[in-house]
Nanobody, 120 residues
């Protein structure tokens, strides 16, 4: 069973930065690179939405929500079974629970989420 654990959330002031990490375990050895990785977020009272996605392999293809373009960067490190989200120039509208998702062959695995709070 694949397990996903996020970390790196916290409280930051407007304009600050955070780096979220997502570590997976339980993947077949050497197969993590075959998973696509994504970060989603859920703001209070709203549906979960995609923040960024990264392709399998060396992560050469990335996709960002409009609000994330130019501020957030998704990356991966296959040797550490990890996906990261660097978030810069944060603002209060970025306050949410951030979730990591990895997918292989239409099977999706979610973490428990990490809270990000941006104070004004």
């Amino acid at each position: 069973q694949v397990q996903v654990v996020e970390s790196g959330g916290g409280v930051v002031q407007t304009g600050g930065s955070l780096r979220l990490s997502c570590v997976t375990s339980g993947t077949i050895r050497g197969l993590f690179s075959a998973y696509t990785g994504s970060w989603y977020r859920q703001q209070p009272g709203k549906e979960r939405e995609l923040v960024a996605k990264i392709s399998s392999g060396n992560g050469g293809l990335t996709e960002y929500a409009d609000f994330a373009k130019g501020r957030f960067t998704i990356s991966r490190e296959n040797a550490k079974n990890s996906v990261y989200l660097q978030m810069n120039r944060l603002n209060p509208e970025d306050t949410a629970v951030y979730y990591c998702n990895v997918e292989l062959r239409a099977k999706y695995y979610w973490g428990q989420g990490t809270q990000v709070t941006v104070s004004s």
